[in-house]
């Protein structure tokens, strides 16, 4: 199974099976944001089968292997999980947008969630993800905006993902900093949309991941 299908069934998990604490966690805290990741190559583009996105519909039942994630903490608008599918850990932060806007106005769309990932087993650390809710327009360019820098970013299907891996640990120490991040993309049908997510909580929950993820 692949990182993408794995973090899919990990959240599925999270929004199925852990609805409930999310939503206490979620009505106690401020709205959500993003995170950023340690690159596996400077300029490479990243595979798709090593994306992680998430949709919030699945089942609970396809997570990998059975394994469902636990809430270990929310910080801010950030909730910091842990799970192991396949024996093998994963700790991620999750956070939804603060606000939303399409151009045409009123479009329907899915819900977007931001995605800061450690596996490690892969040795991959704050890797940054979002899921736009949409599929995006094929080569169309999308772009991450956080302490007054926009970072390019590479779309496949509904994720993207930092263009420039050399830039992205740059780009996470901006989002620990900052207090919110704003992410555009372009849909298939010619949606432009804009998403805001606040940065609160998320250096916290970074923190509180990466001390997890060593055990």
Known sequence: ???????????????????????????????????????????????????PAAKPEAAAAAAAGGAEPTLIGQFGTWGAYTATPNGKKVCFALAKPSSSKTNPPNRPRDPAYAFVSTRPAEKVTNEVSIMIGYTLKPGSESSLEVGGASYAMYTQGDGLWIKNAAEEERMVDAMRKSADVIVKGVSAKGTETTDTFSLKGLSHALDKLAQDCKR
């Open 1 to 51: 199974m692949s990182v993408r299908q794995i973090l899919t069934s990990l959240v599925a998990g999270v929004m199925v099976c852990g609805a409930m604490s999310i939503a206490q966690a979620q009505s106690a805290a401020p709205k959500d944001t993003k995170s950023a990741a340690k690159p596996a190559a400077a300029t490479t583009k990243p595979a798709t089968a090593a994306k």
